[in-house]
């Protein structure tokens, strides 16, 4: 039964609790405005819930468990079993810590928060449906909207999410067991730190991929180490192939896949996990109702300002169409949408996006590659240090991996950075840094960097640029 609809008005709606759409509700309304948001699921979207957070802390549950059992060298002897029931439960602490203190943050900012799943009614009001039986519906009508209903995991035919052997990344995330055989599908980053999760974990895993590589979008030396790596855990690769089918046989199943020419292959598994990708939150808004452009694949079209092509109405983070796919982006585009409705002058300025993959080891990148660099008609310098010359790194026990810094030969201006290696996700800051103040590499090289770290690496790469490197060879 439905109650009847009762009907509110906001100055900025915000649909979506993700980290685009809680951080420009919380932007917003610390600009003093009246501030409406809402979320049918969880607060914190798919990175606090389902993405970023869950599967960091279950790389990190690995990895202890890995680096214990694989400690001879340092004098360690250790067989950790691995209780994986009691590691789900822990990461699910660490999800609810962050999605109340989210609820909270949004709560003291003076945030209206409504539960609830929001269509369009037009391009001025949405309705929102509570859900559950007679828990009724509201309208609200807005002055401004910020779309921020995020992504869902892409299906690929005959992979059901519902089958049980079949694994979406959300379920991955929450299994209590490990299973003894996983076939991965898909290579890209979410595919390659959950297969080097559950390898770590003690599964046996074969990836399939479409393309003949892991990591697309990656420069071959960067995903090649992350590849290597890989098989040294175990993982088998299998490229060139598209999972078609599966069927239960004995106490598992058998995936089946196709190459472009139509050649078969199968394998046997326990689970068949399918990252092939996600896509726009847009089809479930009643979005032509208020009339917003989409691109083909669905996203919602946006301008630097992060407004759609409807007056008052703005997309940030996963559904609007300026990617990447990321938590960090969608956050800075729902400040940046949020500034803009406060009437400040802002835009969004993808120069220094950085990103990172959570593989063993890392990846970490800013701003452009050499290539990129040159296509943009820079000429170019590069610097690289090798980790395995990093006397921290040596002290970690990892040395796979370089820094490399990408900058504009004759003003030294730093462009990028590739960095795989340990802890490149976090080293990788310093470079976004660079570019963001417009660094040269002298500023880089002359910035005195603690002793031993693997930041020291950044230093020498920006040194070995200019050719004035101290421990490895210059160029
Ligand atoms: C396994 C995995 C690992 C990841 N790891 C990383 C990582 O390490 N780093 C990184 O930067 N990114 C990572 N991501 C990507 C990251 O999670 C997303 O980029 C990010 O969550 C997008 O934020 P968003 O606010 O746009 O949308 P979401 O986080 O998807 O949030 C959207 C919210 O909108 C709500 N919603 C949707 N429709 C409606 C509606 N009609 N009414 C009300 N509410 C609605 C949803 O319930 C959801 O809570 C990962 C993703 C996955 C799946």
Request: with cysteine.
């Amino acid at each position: 039964m439905v109650v009847g609809d009762i009907s509110t008005g906001t100055e900025v709606l915000v649909i979506g609790a993700g980290p685009g759409g809680y951080v420009a509700a919380i932007r917003a309304a610390q600009r003093d405005l009246d501030v409406t948001l809402v979320e049918k699921d969880a607060y914190g979207g798919v990175c606090l819930n389902r993405g970023c957070i869950p599967s960091k802390a279950l790389i990190t549950g690995a990895d202890v468990a890995h680096e214990a059992g694989n400690a001879e060298e340092m004098g360690i002897h250790a067989d950790p079993a691995v209780d994986m029931s009691q590691m789900v439960n822990w990461k699910d602490d660490v999800v609810d810590t962050l999605t109340g203190g989210v609820e909270k943050l949004c709560k003291a900012n003076g945030v209206n928060l409504i539960e609830g799943e929001a269509r369009f009614k037009d391009d001025g009001s949405v309705r929102v449906a509570h859900g559950g039986e007679g828990q009724g519906s509201e309208s609200i009508d807005f002055q401004h909207c910020i779309v921020a209903t995020g992504s869902r995991p892409i299906q690929i035919p005959n992979f059901e999410f519902a089958d049980d052997p079949v694994w979406s990344s959300t379920d991955a995330l929450d299994t209590d067991t490990v299973p003894d055989r996983l076939l991965v599908v898909g290579a890209g980053y979410i595919g390659m730190e959950l297969s080097t999760t559950f390898a770590k974990l003690g599964a046996d895993v074969t990836v399939v991929e479409m393309l003949d590589d892991v990591l697309p979008g990656y420069e071959d030396d960067v995903s090649r180490v992350v590849k290597k790596r890989a098989q040294s855990l175990g993982i088998d690769f299998e490229f060139g192939e598209a999972a078609s089918d599966w069927r239960e046989e004995g106490d598992g199943i058998v995936v089946t896949t196709e190459t472009e020419d139509g050649e078969e292959s199968s394998y046997d598994a326990d689970k068949v996990l399918v990252a092939v990708g996600r896509s726009p939150l847009t089809d479930t808004l009643d979005i032509e109702n208020a009339g917003l452009d989409l691109t083909d694949d669905g996203f919602v079209e946006v301008d630097d300002r992060m407004r759609t092509s409807v007056d008052g109405i703005y997309a940030v983070g996963d559904v609007a169409d300026r990617g990447p796919m990321l938590a960090h982006v969608g956050s800075k585009q729902g400040i940046v949408a949020a500034e803009h409705i406060a009437g400040e002058p802002v835009a969004y300025d993808a120069q220094a996006v950085p990103a990172a993959v959570f593989t063993d080891p890392e990846i970490g990148t800013v701003g452009m590659t050499q290539a990129e660099a040159e296509e943009e008609g820079f000429e170019t310098v590069v610097g690289q240090m090798p980790f395995n010359a990093s006397g921290r790194a040596l002290t970690t026990g990892h040395t796979d991996g370089f820094v490399r810094i990408v900058a504009e030969e004759q003003s030294g201006f730093v462009l990028g950075a590739q960095i795989v290696g340990p802890e490149a996700s976090e080293l990788v800051a310093e470079v976004s840094l660079a570019i963001e103040m417009g660094a040269t590499l002298e500023d880089v090289a002359s910035t005195i960097h603690t002793h031993p770290t693997l930041s020291e690496a950044v230093m020498e790469a920006a040194e070995n640029a200019q050719g004035q490197a101290i421990h490895t060879l210059n160029r």
